[in-house]
């Protein structure tokens, strides 16, 4: 993108909203438009702002999680990123499943944080690596028997969603199928199609469930 990113930063710590703040503004192309410290707060900012990208706390006043639900019930576009420490499986599949579009662990570096963010402001998602794979295995148990949704994907298509579950970023797979980075783009927008799903993230999971029926 080449106009600057629009962001805002909800968290109870001060201090840590500033290090981002500081971090992201020396990095540049990101133009800060808000700071909040508590759910109330970040509500306020999507009103006011309407940020291009909301990072949201999960610990703090009001809950991180009940503020991503109340936004988005309001503001269905709004893109909502929650940075945390929290690493629960239920907080992770609670924030997904109400439409936040990455989930980020505050130990992440300031370069990885502006990537992340670049993404998400072109529509993309993100799940820390870290708990990617833990959430694969661990996060949805299935329940209703239903066909195999992958069966309509061709066989470059479930190769891809395959790489892209394993926690690969479009440039990384293309780099492992020697493709271009726009042809995985290409091939992934098919596959959120066909899957009838909203990101990467829960077009993985799909894939997840999918596996786990079989």
């Given at each position: 993108m080449t106009e600057r990113i629009r962001?805002?930063?909800?968290?109870?710590?001060?201090?840590?909203?500033e290090g981002v703040a500081r971090s992201l503004g020396e990095i540049g192309?990101?133009?800060?438009v808000g700071e909040g410290a508590s759910a109330e707060d970040a509500e306020r900012l999507v009103r006011a702002s309407a940020p291009?990208?909301?990072?949201?706390?999960?610990?703090?006043?009001?809950?991180?999680?009940?503020?991503?639900?109340?936004?988005?019930s309001a503001a269905p576009g709004q893109k909502?990123?929650?940075?945390?420490?929290?690493?629960?499986?239920?907080?992770?599949?609670?924030a997904l499943k109400a439409g936040a579009r990455?989930?980020?662990?505050?130990g992440v570096g300031s370069k990885s944080l502006a990537e992340i963010l670049r993404d998400v402001?072109?529509?993309?998602?993100?799940?820390?690596p870290t708990l990617s794979a833990r959430l694969l295995s661990d996060l949805l148990q299935p329940t209703n028997r239903k066909p195999d949704p992958?069966?309509?994907?061709?066989?470059?298509?479930a190769e891809i969603l395959r790489l892209v579950a394993e926690g690969l970023s479009n440039k990384e797979v293309a780099a492992r199928l020697s493709l271009q980075e726009k042809t995985v783009k290409h091939h992934m927008t098919r596959v959120l199609a066909k899957l009838n799903v909203r990101n990467r993230t829960e077009a993985a999971l799909?894939?997840?469930e999918a596996r786990e029926r079989n």
């Open positions: 962001i805002a930063i909800v968290d109870d710590h001060p201090l840590f909203r192309g990101f133009e800060l291009d990208v909301l990072l949201l706390d999960i610990s703090m006043p009001g809950g991180g999680l009940n503020a991503l639900t109340a936004i988005l909502i990123v929650m940075l945390t420490v929290s690493e629960t499986n239920a907080d992770v599949a609670q990455g989930y980020v662990l505050k402001a072109n529509g993309q998602s993100y799940v820390s992958l069966s309509q994907l061709t066989g470059r298509e799909l894939m997840h």
